[in-house]
């Protein structure tokens, strides 16, 4: 069991998210994270869903998602050579004079933007894989997370191939 | 200047279809008014479930796709039963229903229910029209949906203001399909055909395990061919019954747990099955462990999906039955012989037949052979659900494909009755007949209303044991004859029927069995038999749930 990131292209069509996550909670699939968007086509939507599974439910997950009329492509880019990106939101306790700076170290080492800052507060902006935020979480924890936001992952394949429909 | 209602009714024609079955309500008031001096047939039902049945029952008797209409909340609701029994046996039917208009959805307003999102996992496809100017390419879209690749139930909503909206006449050009997310396989792919063609010439201990989808896929001359040009015994399941006639030398009738003991221990001795248009249910398959344990499987469907869903397989084949069964006939050199396997086979056959008692007393299985033998391969029977459905599987001997309708996958109770009046719009000239238990008949009764306003000939033989007597035996012999809320009181069906204006027949006694079926043949409208029999009759062979399928209880040794 290992998750796997898959890359949906969907038609750009009203109830299409909801058949897609329907028929992952009704077979049983576990989505650990789901990120979804316009892209290159107009009338499409790209979906990058992270679902955890053995071989055999992901290849009942990949032909379900399959069957439906409104999805158009499905590739699994586990073991393909990606790019991949989440972005976090974190508000986190900076009291000025005592941690503030030490948190605002923490961010730049991190490459994470101040993107608000309150009396007491900050708000830092992070980009990267999920094992860099989880990091970056880890680290600040000490000072107390008041509030996080977390977007699912999104992927692309690295160098000139794509992931598109198949004409 | 055209409504969408006569849009839609226009795009109904254009797809052929002759007859819809439906009930009104405020929604569709616009789609009925067109009905109104329409040439469409549309049969009013008393319940819109048997509405969808109904569709249902036409399309598997026919081959091509059902309609039902109901109208919003209450009414699209009472479709659901029906839309989930078609989407399990994978029927191809077009539920229309009736929505609020566009300005009131998702207000709660009167009789509004999100039938687009109830029916999400029991539909192949489904559309909320939001336009009427989208109107055309959906009805044309839904009906190219629900019979192409594996087929199903494809659900249309109206909101009432797209059935009312006036759109300027356009020119009658029926838009091209344009799915890019939708493109069934058809062909199978070579190498894999030439594969199997392989395995079934080197194979010593072939079976064939064929499902509905056989049917479905109007294969059953390319099988039937297969099975006897090489030598190669065949079962189906109960969705497969009729793809090869029942009296024919290579036929092992049903599988799982109430087939026949010898279609069972064939199966788990073979050494390649071949999977046509079936998807190894755990009716079929009992412990899938230990299901077909030495063989290698080709399987052959036009889902995907069901590739390796249940049970690995060693040789898939995506596409048609049909063009892949040619493509195999096409490869395989015709065959000698198949001994040993095939006097092993016989001789299983011989040693275990169904059998049931036979001491005088009034036995359902009695009442299906007579059947059988007085309609001698004419006729469509359809059944209800539990031990009704299990006897006539066992005991009618099914001579062609869509001569047997019943449901398979959901195992709705009530489907019957329905499903019967369907068929005969279907096969007006063939006799239909409904096996029934006094519970499923039950459950639709209020369609003896329908069968009685327009004269639809079914002819509904109930198997009265005053029990819903499937759960009882399972109560018998796993719950320790505590018979807890299955017993029923008796009804007299015959007075209800007469209610209605229909004749019928009360038959307790094994004499009067044959009279009563040739009295409702001789019948020209709607004829219920009212069949008391042995009410603790039970259905065998069995496998109980969890067995290997060769572990059947209640056998026979002849
Ligand atoms: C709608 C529905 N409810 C419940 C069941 C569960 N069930 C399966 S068989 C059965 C008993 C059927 O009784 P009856 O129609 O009298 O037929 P019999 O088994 O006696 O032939 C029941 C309740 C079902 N299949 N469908």
């Known amino acids: ?167 | 200047m055209k409504t969408g209602a006569r849009i839609l009714i226009e795009g109904l024609q254009r797809e052929g279809v002759e007859t819809i079955f439906g009930y009104p309500g405020g929604v569709v008031l616009p789609i009925y008014d067109e009905l109104y001096d329409s040439s469409l047939q549309h049969i009013l039902v008393r319940h819109e479930q048997a509405a969808a049945h109904a569709a249902d029952g036409y399309a598997r008797a026919s081959g091509r796709v059902g309609v039902c209409l109901a109208t919003s909340g209450p009414g699209a609701c009472n479709l659901v039963t029906g839309i989930a029994t078609a989407y399990m046996d994978s029927v191809p039917i077009i539920a229309l229903t009736g929505q609020v208009p566009t300005n009131l959805l998702g207000n709660d307003a009167f009789q509004e229910a999100d039938i687009t999102g109830i029916t999400l996992p029991i539909t192949k496809h489904n559309y909320l029209v939001k336009q009427t100017k989208d109107l055309t390419r959906i009805i044309h879209e839904a009906f190219y949906i629900a019979r192409t690749g594996r087929p199903g139930p494809v659900l249309v909503d109206l909101p009432k203001d797209v059935s009312t909206t006036q759109l300027e006449e356009e020119t009658e050009t029926i838009p091209a399909i344009v799915l890019p997310g939708y493109k069934p396989t058809f062909k199978g792919h070579v190498k894999q055909i030439e594969r199997a063609v392989e395995l079934i010439e080197r194979a010593e201990r072939p079976v064939i395990y064929a499902g509905g989808g056989v049917i479905a896929a109007n294969a059953s001359a390319e099988l039937v061919e297969l099975a006897m040009r090489e030598f190669i015994p065949v079962t189906t399941t109960l969705m497969g019954l009729g793809a090869i006639p029942c009296d024919h030398p290579m036929n092992l009738g049903m599988l799982g747990m109430h087939g026949t003991e010898y279609a069972n221990y064939a199966v788990t001795e073979s050494d390649l099955l071949i999977a046509i248009g079936a998807r190894f249910d755990d009716r079929v398959t009992g412990r899938i462990q230990t299901f077909a344990p030495h063989a290698t499987i080709i399987h052959i469907d036009v889902d995907p999906a069901e590739i390796g869903k249940n049970k690995p397989v060693d040789v898939p084949i995506v596409g048609d039955a049909k063009a892949i069964l040619q493509g195999m006939l096409g490869r395989l050199k015709k065959r000698a012989e198949r001994e040993p396997w095939l006097s092993k086979v016989r001789y299983w056959k011989e040693k275990h037949p169904l059998r049931y008692r036979q001491d005088g007393k009034l036995r359902p299985q009695y009442i299906i052979r007579k059947l059988s033998e007085l309609l001698d391969g004419r006729g469509v029977i359809v059944s209800e659900v539990g031990q009704n459905q299990m006897w006539t599987a066992q005991h009618f001997c099914f001579r062609r494909p869509r001569s047997w309708l019943t449901s398979g996958g959901l195992g709705t109770m009530g489907y019957g009755f329905p499903a019967a009046m369907g068929a005969h719009f279907a096969q007006p000239n063939e006799p239909v007949f409904d096996i029934a238990g006094d519970g499923s008949f039950q459950m639709n009764i209020q369609e003896l209303g329908t069968v009685a306003a327009y004269n639809i000939p079914v002819k509904v033989a109930i198997l009265n044991n005053m029990y819903l007597g499937m759960v009882r035996q399972w109560q018998e012999l796993f719950y320790d004859r505590r018979y807890s809320y299955t017993e029923l009181p008796a009804v007299d069906f015959v007075k209800i029927a007469n209610a209605y204006g229909i004749d019928g027949m009360q038959v307790e006694d094994i004499g009067d069995v044959e009279e009563a079926l040739k009295t409702a043949l001789a019948t020209d409208g709607p004829f219920i038999m009212d069949f008391r029999i042995e009410r603790e009759e039970n259905v065998f062979p069995m496998v109980p749930a969890g067995a290997a399928i060769n572990e059947m209880i209640g056998g026979h040794e002849s």
């Open chain 1, 1 to 167: 069991m290992k998750p796997h990131t898959l890359s949906v292209l969907v038609e750009n069509k009203a109830g299409v998210l909801s058949r897609v996550t329907g028929l992952f909670s009704r077979r049983g699939f576990n989505i650990e994270s789901l990120a979804v968007g316009t892209c290159e086509e107009p009338d499409m939507s790209r979906i990058t869903i992270v679902v955890i599974g053995d071989d055999r439910q992901l290849e009942q997950v990949d032909k379900q998602l399959n069957k439906l009329i409104d999805v158009i492509k499905v590739s699994d880019i586990t073991d393909t050579e990606t790019v991949e990106r989440e972005l976090a939101l974190i508000k986190v306790n900076a009291e000025p004079g005592t941690s503030r700076a030490e948190v605002m170290q923490i961010a730049s080492i991190f490459r994470a933007q101040i993107i608000d800052v309150g009396s007491r507060t900050v708000v830092l902006e992070v980009t990267g894989d999920s094992d860099k935020i989880n990091a970056l979480e880890k680290l600040l924890r000490q000072y107390g997370i008041k509030e996080l936001v977390r977007t699912g992952k999104i992927a692309i394949l690295r160098g000139a191939k794509v992931v598109k429909a198949s004409k």
